[in-house]
């Protein structure tokens, strides 16, 4: 199925491994959230907040995302969507949360820059984008056929299987009623998240495709980049010497 990027498959190849930790930290990281919005962010003075940052703690969720989780509860993150073109003019979205718009912007334009990209204006590349309800689950959930019929029954759009895992399309507006039917009939869902999903892709090969890569990995590292999506696709043998 066209429109999707290698980089969402590597991803999700690469979650796929760490998804039971994965899920551990989304719950922490939602109840400190949640804690801190109801009862202020001073761990001291929020009982419930100080139980759910100890509880992070004891599963070794790293002390920023403690920290960022705090300041979402409380209002003192401010999220805002980039975008830009990365090397052979590739599209690139990046979804934002950050306390210092500033920093950021210059972190990423520095990126960019140093894989052979540039920042762009609003809507510049939102426009080769489709937002998408997509549903993860693991290859081992069950036959391709049976999963793909069961996506389906539960109102799906569209369905591909990929090395490890299944996707599942959906309305952004019927995400959650396709999630909560596949797991009512017994699915174990990966994630349920709405995505900017590529039109069509641009191929890449060579060093314009080694550094794509380098740039997704470097922006995926950033601690403010919440969500990254681009239109970039390229070779085996290139995933190979990345």
């Given at each position: 199925m066209a429109g999707h990027s290698k980089w969402a498959n590597i991803k999700h190849r690469k979650g796929a491994q760490d998804a039971k930790r994965g899920k551990i930290f989304t719950k922490i990281i939602k109840e400190i959230t949640v804690a801190a919005r109801l009862g202020g962010g001073d761990i001291d003075a929020n009982p419930r907040l100080r139980t759910a940052v100890s509880n992070g703690k004891s599963n070794n969720l790293p002390i920023d995302n403690i920290s960022r989780a705090i300041k979402k509860g409380t209002g003192d993150l401010e999220g805002v969507t980039y975008?830009?073109?990365?090397?052979?003019?590739?599209?690139?979205?990046?979804?934002?949360?950050?306390?210092?718009?500033?920093?950021?912007?210059?972190?990423?334009?520095?990126?960019?820059?140093?894989?052979?990209?540039?920042?762009?204006?609003?809507?510049?590349?939102?426009?080769?984008?489709?937002?998408?309800?997509?549903?993860?689950?693991?290859?081992?959930?069950?036959?391709?056929?049976?999963?793909?019929?069961?996506?389906?029954?539960a109102g799906a759009d569209d369905f591909e299987a990929d090395d490890g895992f299944y996707r599942v399309t959906t309305n952004p507006t019927t995400l959650i009623d396709v999630r909560d039917s596949m797991e009512n009939s017994g699915y174990e869902i990966q994630s349920a998240e709405i995505e900017m999903v590529p039109k069509t892709l641009q191929r890449l090969e060579g060093k314009e495709a080694q550094s794509a890569l380098k740039l997704m990995d470097a922006l995926e590292d950033n601690d403010d980049i919440n969500k990254l999506y681009s239109n970039f696709d390229v070779d085996e043998e290139a995933l190979l010497q990345d």
């Amino acid at each position: 199925m066209a429109g999707h990027s290698k980089w969402a498959n590597i991803k999700h190849r690469k979650g796929a491994q760490d998804a039971k930790r994965g899920k551990i930290f989304t719950k922490i990281i939602k109840e400190i959230t949640v804690a801190a919005r109801l009862g202020g962010g001073d761990i001291d003075a929020n009982p419930r907040l100080r139980t759910a940052v100890s509880n992070g703690k004891s599963n070794n969720l790293p002390i920023d995302n403690i920290s960022r989780a705090i300041k979402k509860g409380t209002g003192d993150l401010e999220g805002v969507t980039y975008e830009g073109y990365g090397p052979g003019g590739v599209a690139i979205i990046m979804d934002i949360i950050t306390d210092n718009k500033n920093r950021t912007v210059a972190e990423v334009r520095h990126l960019l820059s140093k894989y052979g990209g540039n920042l762009g204006e609003t809507g510049s590349v939102a426009w080769v984008f489709d937002k998408k309800g997509q549903i993860i689950l693991d290859s081992k959930s069950g036959d391709e056929d049976v999963v793909f019929e069961a996506a389906l029954e539960a109102g799906a759009d569209d369905f591909e299987a990929d090395d490890g895992f299944y996707r599942v399309t959906t309305n952004p507006t019927t995400l959650i009623d396709v999630r909560d039917s596949m797991e009512n009939s017994g699915y174990e869902i990966q994630s349920a998240e709405i995505e900017m999903v590529p039109k069509t892709l641009q191929r890449l090969e060579g060093k314009e495709a080694q550094s794509a890569l380098k740039l997704m990995d470097a922006l995926e590292d950033n601690d403010d980049i919440n969500k990254l999506y681009s239109n970039f696709d390229v070779d085996e043998e290139a995933l190979l010497q990345d």
